[in-house]
């Protein structure tokens, strides 16, 4: 290296983290997609901060020892998974446009997402603090993202692992983890903020974990505007401001996203063909929703899953109203969505209809949504 170039940057990662490139040292695997943390340097000034009680602990140095794959880079950064020689493996997520507070104020906000727990929220296990560049620590969950399974995977796996009790499950648990934010973060303009199909995890039994929550205060706004996905909801379009309910909307695309498993226009690359979701649904006619809107993968019809899912997609409707005044508060949203099933009974998948029964449940759905209240 010459003089002026070492003068420029201590080593080649400096040099990469400068030029904003994701900072890894490739160790020829076949993907190239394995790369060692060894190489993330220029960020061993600071310190890992522990979370969690109870939580084996590990100093960054480990980290950079870790042995790491690239699970994606996404809008914020680079996301990779560490697993350290016999032990666990976890995620690191690097944020380089998180300075909107200070640090006292972002080490408060960490630690309260930190007090956070719910069965589907991904806790946040470690931060780690440098001006330039924040670390974020979560477990690795092996089934990875709503995302992929719905739209990564054509194959029989996607037919079987997502069909219908299991996306009622997701949608439910979503909810619920939804509410448990707005109750314990009411000072938040946003309690989500980037409620998305990538940032919800599946656990082994395919239960949802939400995360990139709670973010926004910490982000950059100019880059939050850019990327988050509750910047996209139709009143900062209209009025230029988010509000809680912009959450409300992107439980409602989420929702349309599961049901039709298509992605909606605000997930999509710039320029790539698609279709709004809602405006899509609300082209069809009624009476072609259970044929042409819902997707057929779902399958494994129950007594009552049309029914339910017709429901559903009504609710998403709902949550995807233009006009935030006319929109549902989260709390009414949730409470329709847990009584989606109220009276039901078993909608597990061994309690399979009949093809009469199947035949029965398609008669109308306006008779089947006729219980619910839209607006
Ligand atoms: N804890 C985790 N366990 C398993 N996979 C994860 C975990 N966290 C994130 N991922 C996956 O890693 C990939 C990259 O995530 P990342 O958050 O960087 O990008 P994204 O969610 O696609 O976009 P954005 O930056 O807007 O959040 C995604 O497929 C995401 O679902």
Avoid at 159 to 175: E, F, H, S
Avoid at 236 to 263: A, F, N, P, Y
Avoid at 268 to 291: F, H, I, M, P, Y
């Amino acid at each position: 290296m010459s003089s002026r170039n070492s003068k420029k940057y201590t080593s080649f990662r400096e040099e990469k983290l400068e030029k904003g490139e994701p900072v890894m040292r490739y160790e020829g695997s076949a993907s190239g997609r394995k790369a060692g943390m060894a190489a993330a340097g220029g960020i061993d000034q600071g310190r890992m901060v522990f979370l969690r009680e109870g939580r084996e602990r590990f100093e960054l140095q480990d980290l950079l020892k870790s042995s790491a794959e690239v699970l994606g880079t996404g809008n914020f950064g680079c996301t990779y998974r560490a697993t350290f020689p016999n032990g666990p493996s976890v995620v690191v997520k690097r944020f380089r446009d998180m300075n909107r507070s200070g640090r006292e104020d972002f080490e408060e906000h960490m630690r309260r997402l930190g007090r956070l727990s719910h069965p589907n929220l991904l806790p946040l296990l470690a931060y780690y603090y440098r001006k330039e560049e924040k670390l974020l620590v979560h477990d690795y969950v092996p089934n990875r993202s709503l995302a992929l399974l719905l739209h990564g995977n054509r194959g029989p796996n996607r037919t079987t692992m997502l069909d219908w009790p299991v996306r009622l499950k997701i949608v439910k648990g979503v909810a619920s983890a939804l509410a448990y934010l707005y109750e314990e973060l009411p000072m938040l303009g946003v309690p989500h903020g980037h409620l998305r199909s990538s940032n919800v995890l599946l656990d082994d039994s395919l239960e949802p974990l939400l995360t990139d929550y709670a973010l926004i205060p910490v982000m950059n706004q100019s880059h939050a505007a850019k990327f988050m996905v509750a910047y996209k909801s139709p009143e900062r379009k209209q009025i230029g401001r988010t509000s809680k309910k912009s959450d409300v909307w992107s439980l409602g695309m989420l929702i349309l996203e599961i049901l039709t498993s298509k992605i909606p226009m605000h997930d999509t690359q710039q320029g790539k063909e698609s279709a709004d979701l809602v405006n899509w649904v609300n082209s069809v006619a009624r009476e072609e929703w259970a044929t042409q809107v819902l997707d057929g993968m779902m399958g494994g019809r129950t007594k009552n899953a049309e029914g339910q899912m017709l429901k559903l997609l009504q609710i998403a409707l709902a949550c995807c109203e233009e006009n935030a005044e006319k929109r549902w508060e989260l709390k009414e949203a949730v409470e329709k969505i847990q009584e989606t099933t109220q009276g039901d009974g078993d909608n597990s998948p061994t309690a399979t209809a009949s093809e009469e029964e199947v035949d029965s449940s398609k008669a109308g759905p306006e008779d089947d949504l006729s219980s619910i209240e839209i607006n």
